[in-house]
């Protein structure tokens, strides 16, 4: 089970810190990766993180900007989102695969989403 948590409303420029806490299986197992999906449009991967943390691949847009990490003790993967743009907001969700990969059917398990606002 993964449940995703801090999202919410920021003014653009601002920053927010989402979480996903797991349960239930051997997080160290798996890469993890965030995703997130604006109104009428497709969900699309924004970063992803292998199970050791040593390395990580993020979509073009948020480069520079946002920042995966995971924690394997506390079985809790955290995007850092900074210098928010309008154009970010969406609900995020994150999600376990065995692969490290960006579509979104390489992944096994999805939290319940979070919704950042970014207000221009």
């Known amino acids: 089970q993964l449940q995703a948590s801090g999202g919410g409303l920021v003014q653009a420029g601002g920053s927010l810190r989402l979480s996903c806490a797991a349960s239930g299986r051997t997080f160290s197992n798996y890469v993890m990766g965030w995703f997130r999906q604006a109104p009428g449009k497709e969900r699309e991967f924004v970063a992803a993180?292998?199970?050791?943390?040593?390395?990580?691949d993020y979509v073009d847009s948020v480069k520079g900007r946002f920042t995966i990490s995971r924690d394997n003790a506390k079985s809790t993967v955290y995007l850092q989102m900074n210098s928010l743009k309008f154009e970010d907001t969406a609900v995020y969700y994150c999600a376990a695969g065995r692969m490290f990969l960006r579509q979104t059917s390489t992944y096994d398990y999805w939290g319940q989403g979070t919704l950042v606002t970014v207000s221009s």
């Open positions: 993180i292998i199970s050791s943390g040593g390395s990580t």
